[in-house]
């Protein structure tokens, strides 16, 4: 279904779709309950650590869902919005309910936290960044077939290769997004010559999640949008999505950075003071 300018839109009968209250509910409490969790995790590692990048990577999640509507519209997802959804406001007619920003959080900023801190520590190779890869798919799967199925929101666009309604190639592509995430961090940890500089987290978040997603995702996109569009075609466009994050996860392996800090590094002196030394 299209508006009058050609542009894909929510069908009416996703839109008047029953919401379930105690779903809502419990996504609600739950995610803002482990996510206060999350936030003092942050701040003693980020204690231990003494500089305060890991409570800017949860701020950053937390704030960047304000880019949510544009994710939304991207692949076909929808908020339930009957009557008594708790929201905080609408863009493009997607209301965008009180626990998404929590959520962001717990998918996103959790496990790229533990990847930053194993990377500080000379601890992260190729198979262990697959690794959590492998476990924000899994994460990224529990999270939302649990609300899915607890009747908050849908994808409704035709998504194949779905598991309990809940397309896969959406798991892929945030597995991918939370690697370019914690990698682009652990880059600027690396880097930084002040704390201060850790807020540069709240600019990375939203490059690497708009991005990862849209730049990986782009075949099943069109795919899913496209007027003659076949599951044939939708089915091709995902497995080559599926194939361009994995790709993309390969890619920020090679731009682990070292363990520590660059500006620990005892520094060449330059060629000129050498040779005046001579």
Known sequence: MTNIYGVLVTPPDIVSH???HA?????TIASWVIAAGVLVLAGWLSRRAKHPIFVCMVLASGVAALAEPLYDVMFSLYFYSGHGMQKTYTVFDIPQPVWAYSGYAI???LPAMFIVKEIGE?????????AWAGVELLESCVFEIAGINLGTYTYWGPHV?????????IGVLEAAQVMCFAVACANLRYRMTGTWQSVGALVIFPVTMLGANFGAGW????????HEANVWWVRAATLVSIATAALLVRLVIALIPPPGNAADLPRAEPAGRVLAHN
């Not at 000379?122 to 697959?130: A, E, F, S, V």
């Not at 290769?161 to 896969?168: L, Q, T, V």
């Not at 075949?219 to 496209?226: F, K, L």
């Open 18 to 20: 029953h919401l379930n």
């Open 23 to 27: 779903g809502q509910n419990v996504l």
């Open 107 to 109: 998918l996103y900023g």
């Open 122 to 130: 000379g601890k992260m190779t190729p198979t262990r960044l697959w």
């Open 161 to 169: 290769f779905r598991i309990w309604h809940y397309p896969i190639v």
């Open 219 to 226: 075949a099943v996109i069109v795919a899913i949008h496209a």
